[in-house]
């Protein structure tokens, strides 16, 4: 069996301090919906790994996740960092503490590209004293800090709590894309890579 895939805690760290105190124009806010073109809750704002000092790093734990998955490149592919909304690259993610009445991640789905599927491997790096948990197809998945769960985005409809307390919620995010014709390999190996799987 493949060991569960773990992200050293001194980039866990360096990536809390990163979430504290960057405050480049590179993040997209739930209140930036023009950058999206979609309507995103407030509460919620990411960066995309190729616009941070963690882009080599990020780069070495994708390569990590596809020799653990063991399938060809025509099987699945990363989220291409040329690629853009509505695919998502690999990306740093924080759900914080937001008063207003539509905070967490909304729910959606993230569209198929050319009918490959659009999957996701997320890694919780800190996790908030309430609140945060991701909700798939309706049922909140329970994570702890240092777990990964997967989504298959484009298939299931997903969403996250609001955080409540000053603790954000902080997830590195891998965006992959799977030919339909391995679907189903491809779920059985991401079982074995990840602490919670979300088919």
């Known amino acids: 069996m493949t060991d569960i895939i773990r992200i050293p805690s001194e980039l866990q760290q360096d990536i809390i301090d990163f979430c504290h105190e960057d405050n480049s124009d590179k993040w997209v806010h739930g209140f930036d919906a023009y ?3 979609s309507v995103w809750n407030h509460g919620r704002k ?3 790994c190729h616009d941070t ?3 080599e790093q990020t780069k070495a734990i994708e390569q990590e996740y596809l020799n653990a998955i063991g399938l060809p490149s025509d099987a699945i592919i990363p989220v291409g960092e040329d690629d853009r909304h509505p695919y998502f690259p690999h990306f740093i993610g924080c759900i914080f503490k937001d ?5 967490g991640i909304q729910t959606h789905t993230d569209p198929r590209k050319d009918d490959w599927y659009q999957m996701r ?5 800190q996790k908030p004293v309430t ?4 909700i798939i197809n309706r049922s909140v998945i329970d994570i702890n800090e240092n777990q990964s769960w997967n989504v298959w985005a484009s298939e299931h409809k997903h969403s996250a709590l609001p955080v409540t307390e000053d603790k954000m919620r902080i997830t590195l995010s891998f965006g992959f894309y799977v030919n339909p014709t391995y679907v189903s390999e491809v779920k059985k190996r991401v079982c074995n890579i990840v602490d919670v799987s979300v088919n």
């Open 35 to 37: 950058k999206t073109n």
């Open 46 to 48: 990411i960066i995309f």
């Open 53 to 55: 000092k963690f882009y």
């Open 99 to 103: 008063n207003k009445k539509s905070s």
């Open 121 to 125: 491997i997320n890694y919780l790096i």
């Open 131 to 134: 609140g945060g948990e991701p």
